[in-house]
């Protein structure tokens, strides 16, 4: 049976903090070939990507700004989208530079590409300073991409050195669907790394789904995770624009921290996400400490009322 959560100990919740402490992702570009529902992101067809990806003029600054990310300790770099390899020379020329500081890079990628030999080639060897693939495929994906195609991909990315990780998306609890597609997953490449999520309604699968509304609540009750959050560091938008994590929070530019952007430089929005006081204390101790706090100051806040 597929686990949809997990449980870690401090020493884990430790070593994740850390290691968003040590990262900045990228968002190349909202567009994406594929139609998933289940994505997590506002993605928009790929006809449209000049008008939502990132300026070129941007990423040559963020390619030379690698040197100081690293100066204030980054060590990996996230290049996500959409589908970022719509971006392809961006994509080699930030993982070049990210090379050349000492920072790693990991690519998160649909595989659209994958099709053929010809193409899966010509991406492959295009990105030759990409450490590390994630691949997206699940019974979301399938529709579109073969699991073949999938396999030939990943075989393909780790003759080259490079490592590959295949992210599962899948209901939570997991369907018969989801667990059949993963025995597959495993029959057909049972050597590499499988992570598994479980879907969220944020993004295209938000809009998948009409919110239901909240049940009511005693007094007191709060509806928020309890455990500290395990963001994975900062994430520049195609815009410029920034937000704290890549998680739910990516399509929306009403958070207090969309208020920092790219334009005083890499360095700078890192050190604004480090030392903001309000994301230390969601990374310290979670949400439900702050948002009962809020309710015992302010009982008609909207965040105490849920």
């Known amino acids: 049976m597929i686990a949809t959560s997990i449980r870690m100990t401090d020493a884990d919740l430790i070593l994740l903090q850390r290691a968003g402490e040590r990262h900045v992702g990228f968002s190349l570009t909202k567009a994406c070939p594929l139609s998933c529902a289940h994505c997590s992101a506002a993605t928009v067809p790929a006809s449209m990507r000049r008008a939502v990806s990132m300026p070129a003029a ?3 600054r963020c390619c030379a700004e690698m040197p100081a990310l690293a100066a204030r300790g980054v060590r990996a770099i996230s290049l996500t989208g959409g589908e970022p390899v719509l971006c392809l020379d961006d994509v080699a020329a930030l993982s070049r530079a990210a090379r050349e500081a000492g920072i790693r890079t990991t690519l998160v990628t649909g595989l659209y590409w994958a099709a053929g030999p010809a193409s899966r080639r010509r991406v492959i060897a ?11 495929w699940d019974r979301f994906h399938a529709a579109e991409v073969r699991l073949t195609d999938v396999a030939h991909a990943a075989r393909a990315i780790r ?4 490592a590959v990780t295949i992210r599962v998306a899948v209901d939570d609890p997991a369907t018969p669907e989801d667990e059949a597609m993963y025995d597959r997953l495993v029959d057909a490449i049972p050597d590499v790394e499988i992570v598994v999520q479980s879907v969220r309604p944020v993004g295209r699968a938000g809009g998948a789904v009409p919110p239901a509304d909240p049940p009511p609540r005693a007094a007191g009750d709060v509806s928020a995770p309890s455990w500290p959050c395990l963001s994975t560091g900062p994430l520049v938008m195609p815009d410029g624009s920034a937000r704290p994590c890549c998680s739910s929070m990516i399509d929306e530019p009403d958070h207090p921290f969309a208020a920092r952007t790219a334009a005083d430089g890499l360095a700078a929005l890192h050190r604004d996400w480090t030392d903001d006081p309000l994301l230390l204390l969601l990374r310290g101790i979670g949400f439900a400490p702050i948002i009962r706090l809020i309710g015992e100051i302010a009982p008609d806040h909207a965040l105490a009322k849920g």
């Open 126 to 136: 295009a990105l030759p300073d990409v450490d590390r693939w994630n691949i997206s």
């Open 159 to 162: 003759d080259t050195g490079a």
């Open 58 to 60: 941007l990423v040559r």
